[in-house]
C-alpha cells in the first residue's frame, strides 16, 4: 500500500497555465518531502523539497505548498512550458531510514 | 562526472533465465537502493544497501537479490526471471544529508522485459 498517494495521473495544460498536482500521506514521522521530475528515457532527478515546519517554497516557477495538518502538499508550476512536459512524483521520508517513498505520478503535458 | 551509471540499459529474458544489473556510483555515497518502477505505481523500493557490507530487504524484495560489492557497487540479480518482473528500473545513491538534501540521485534506468 502506498504511503503517499497522488493525483491527477495525468493532465493537460495551455502554455503559460498552471499546473497543479496534490499529495497525501498519512505517516506523520515523515521528515522531508521531496517531488523528482523525470522525463522519457530518463531517471528522476530532484526539483524541489520542503520541510514539515514549512508552508511554503518556491524555486522560480515551481512552488510547493504545504498542510501539516491536513497531511498534503501540492505542487504548482506556474507559467507552464512545453519544456515543462515531465512526470512528477511527490515523495517522502524519515531522517531515520532514509529511504524515500513515492507517490504514483503524474504526467503533465503542455500544450504549445 | 558520471554520477550513477547502470548496465545494461536493455534486456529481455526468457522465463526462468537469471541476470544481473550493474550499478555504480562515483560520488563517493555511502548508501545504494535499486527501485523499480511501473506504470500507475510509481518507484517502488527492492533493496537498499545503508553502507558497505549491509544490505536490508525494501518493498518489494522477493524473487531478487543484491551485493554491495564495494563501497562504489551495487548489484540486483533476478535468478529466475517471471514475466511480473518486467519493468524499469533504477539504481540510485545517497551521502543522507539533511539539508539542502539532493536526497538520492538516480541512474538513467535500466528496461528488463521478461517473455
Known amino acids: 500500500q502506498q504511503q503517499v498517494k497522488q493525483s491527477p495521473q495525468s493532465l493537460i495544460v495551455q502554455k503559460g497555465g498552471i499546473s497543479i498536482i496534490n499529495c497525501a500521506y498519512e505517516?506523520?514521522?515523515?521528515?522531508?518531502f521531496p517531488w523528482y521530475q523525470q522525463f522519457p528515457g530518463k531517471g528522476p532527478a530532484l526539483l524541489i523539497a520542503?520541510?514539515?515546519?514549512?508552508s511554503e517554497k518556491k524555486e522560480g516557477r515551481f512552488t510547493i505548498s504545504f498542510n501539516k495538518s491536513a497531511k498534503q502538499f501540492s505542487l504548482h508550476i506556474m507559467d507552464s512550458q512545453p519544456g515543462d512536459s515531465a512526470t512528477y512524483f511527490c515523495?517522502?521520508?524519515?531522517?531515520?531510514?532514509?529511504?524515500?517513498?513515492f507517490g504514483a505520478g503524474t504526467t503533465v503535458t503542455v500544450r504549445a | 562526472n558520471a554520477g550513477v551509471t547502470q548496465t545494461p540499459k536493455f534486456q529481455v529474458l526468457k522465463t526462468g533465465q537469471s541476470m544481473t544489473l550493474q550499478c555504480a556510483q562515483d560520488?563517493?555515497?555511502?548508501?545504494m537502493y535499486w527501485y523499480r518502477q511501473d506504470p500507475g505505481m510509481g518507484l517502488r523500493l527492492i533493496y537498499y544497501?545503508?553502507?558497505?557490507?549491509?544490505?536490508d530487504k525494501g518493498e518489494v524484495p522477493n524473487g531478487y537479490n543484491v551485493s554491495r560489492l564495494n563501497k562504489r557497487e551495487f548489484s540486483l540479480r533476478l535468478e529466475s526471471a517471471a514475466p511480473s518482473q518486467t519493468s524499469v528500473y533504477f539504481c540510485?545513491?545517497?551521502?543522507?544529508?539533511?539539508?539542502?538534501?539532493?536526497?538520492?540521485?538516480f541512474g538513467a534506468g535500466s528496461r528488463l522485459t521478461v517473455l
Open positions: 505517516n506523520t514521522a515523515f521528515d522531508y
Open positions: 520542503i520541510r514539515p515546519d514549512v
Open positions: 560520488m563517493n555515497h555511502n548508501s
Open positions: 515523495a517522502a521520508l524519515t531522517w531515520v531510514d532514509y529511504k524515500l517513498s
Open positions: 540510485a545513491s545517497s551521502d543522507k544529508r539533511r539539508s539542502g538534501a539532493n536526497v538520492l540521485t
Open positions: 544497501s545503508a553502507s558497505e557490507g549491509t544490505t
